[in-house]
Nanobody
C-alpha cells in the first residue's frame, strides 16, 4: 500500500507561481511512475506530468515550458513547480503513483489540492 498526501495549492494571480508537493509513504519499491493529474470543474481528469522511475518525463502540451515535475527519492516526495500560471490551470491537482505487477496496474491517489488562478 502507498499513501499520498498533497500540499501547496492555493489562490494565485495569473502569471504567478506555485509549487505542489506530494509526500509518499508505504511500500514504494514497486512504484514504476509518479505523476500529477488535474481535474477542472465539469471536466475529465487529465494527465499533467509523469516521471517514470529511472526514465523519461512527459508533460501535457498545455504546460510544457511552464511546469516542472521532480522527485526526491531520499524523502519520497514528488513536486510540481508551476510558473506563469493561467486561469485555465485552475483545477484540483492529484498526485498519482503507478505500480505495474503480475496482476496488472495499480493506481494510488492523493486527496487532491485545489489550485485557483484568478485576478
Amino acid at each position: 500500500q502507498v499513501q499520498l498526501v498533497e500540499s501547496g495549492g492555493g489562490l494565485v494571480q495569473p502569471g504567478g507561481s506555485l509549487r505542489l508537493s506530494c509526500a509518499a509513504s508505504g511500500s514504494m519499491v514497486n512504484i514504476n511512475a509518479m505523476g500529477w493529474y488535474r481535474q477542472a470543474a465539469g471536466k475529465a481528469r487529465e494527465l499533467v506530468a509523469v516521471k517514470v522511475t529511472g526514465g523519461v518525463t512527459t508533460y501535457v502540451d498545455s504546460v510544457k515550458g511552464r511546469f516542472t515535475i521532480s522527485r526526491v527519492n531520499a524523502n519520497n516526495t514528488l513536486y510540481l513547480q508551476m510558473n506563469n500560471l493561467k486561469p485555465e490551470d485552475t483545477a484540483v491537482y492529484y498526485c498519482n503513483a503507478a505500480e505495474f505487477g503480475p496482476s496488472g496496474k495499480t493506481d494510488y491517489w492523493g486527496q487532491g489540492t485545489q489550485v485557483t488562478v484568478s485576478s
